[in-house]
């Protein structure tokens, strides 16, 4: 077993952390009512923070559920403003914990990385192999097992309270007591990232694939022909199911990596990388929406401006131009 950290309850309680967490937890946030409300007694929030986190009363358990679009219907469950605070105070000790556990190539909830960088990786190693299989997880947050998370846990945490207040973290959620993590808690997305890193392992040290790139449940690993990609494919279906009760999608696909994968809303190619059809849609669709706000009268040129930036974002690092020089030919923006 790796040695295990000795960050303790008191560390996660201390009034220095809690006051940092507040702080990163009200980011771009000090205008909700909640946030305003903790923010008016902020000594006395803390401190009566501070004191359930010790006596073993914290979360609050305290959730809020609505929807996201992008691409298809998604529930997302956020927690209340002073669990958001508990969460972050946790974080910022049991985080580093976690992220020297992990291999340098997955790219989700680790400074750095992000989604670009895991794109890049893919690229350098599509550049040197010659297939690849790549596959993410049924209903991976909604699958996630607590006893093997616990278990995972246990192997990095030593103090029976940190230990505690994750287990009722991950217990005090609508999503049920036994699996299933909620996509909008920070928790969730570290503890979620920690719970595939066996799989990175397993298919780098024991399949001995040539490189790996993974983000959070969208992984990609490289071999060196069909035989080899169908065979380390059946092993991590078997080693998924077994090691973490979790399933495989049927789409998995396997290619050869001259013809380019898609990945994280790019077309990866050796020696380019271009939009996937989501990216479009969501460029056509931001367009559209601020084109149609600029004929409402909702705002100005500047604010039209602005809102073309924003939607242009949404292409940055593919080699996008020429499509869209066309779209804009096919749709030409409004005269200003």
């Known amino acids: 077993m790796p040695k295990r950290s000795a960050v303790s309850l008191p560390d996660i309680a201390s009034i220095d952390t809690l006051s940092l967490a507040f702080h990163q937890a009200a980011r771009g946030k000090h205008q909700r ?3 305003q409300a903790f923010a008016a007694h902020l000594d006395r929030a803390l401190a009566a923070l501070s004191r359930d986190i010790l006596e073993g009363r914290s979360p609050d358990g305290n959730w809020t559920s609505f929807q996201i679009y992008d691409p298809k219907p998604r529930q997302i469950l956020a927690p209340c403003f002073r669990d958001r605070v508990l969460h972050h105070a946790l974080m910022l000790h049991v985080a580093p914990v976690l992220e020297r556990a992990l291999v340098d190539d997955t790219f989700a909830c680790r400074p750095g990385k992000g989604t670009l960088a895991a ?20 209903a991976y947050f909604a699958s996630i097992d607590h006893a093997v998370l616990m278990r995972l846990l246990r192997r990095r945490l030593k103090h029976p309270g940190v230990l505690a207040l994750c287990e009722r973290i991950v217990q005090r959620t609508p999503c049920g007591s036994e699996k299933g993590l909620p996509i909008g ?3 969730s997305q570290h503890f979620a990232n920690t719970y595939l890193d066996g799989l990175d392992r397993f298919l780098l040290e024991q399949q001995h694939v040539h490189g790996l790139a993974r983000y959070m449940d969208d992984i990609v690993w490289w071999v060196d022909g069909r035989r080899r990609a169908v065979e380390t494919l059946d092993a991590a279906r078997e080693y998924l199911a077994t090691e973490r009760h979790l399933e495989i999608k049927p789409t998995a696909q396997i290619g050869r990596s001259e013809q380019g994968l898609p990945f994280l809303g790019f077309r990866v190619l050796p020696g380019s990388l271009r939009l996937s059809l989501r990216r479009k849609r969501r460029y056509r669709a931001a367009r559209l929406r601020w084109e ?7 705002i100005d040129e500047s604010g ?8 242009l974002g949404i292409t940055a690092h593919a080699d996008a131009s020429a499509w869209r020089r066309a779209e804009m030919e096919q749709h030409p923006p409004p005269e200003v």
């Open 33 to 35: 009512p909640d946030v």
């Open 119 to 138: 794109v890049l990786r893919a690229q350098q190693h599509i550049r040197r192999f010659p297939w690849f299989v790549k596959t993410d997880v049924r």
């Open 185 to 187: 808690a920070l928790t």
């Open 292 to 298: 149609q706000e600029y004929a409402d009268g909702k």
């Open 304 to 311: 039209l401006q602005a809102g073309y930036a924003a939607a």
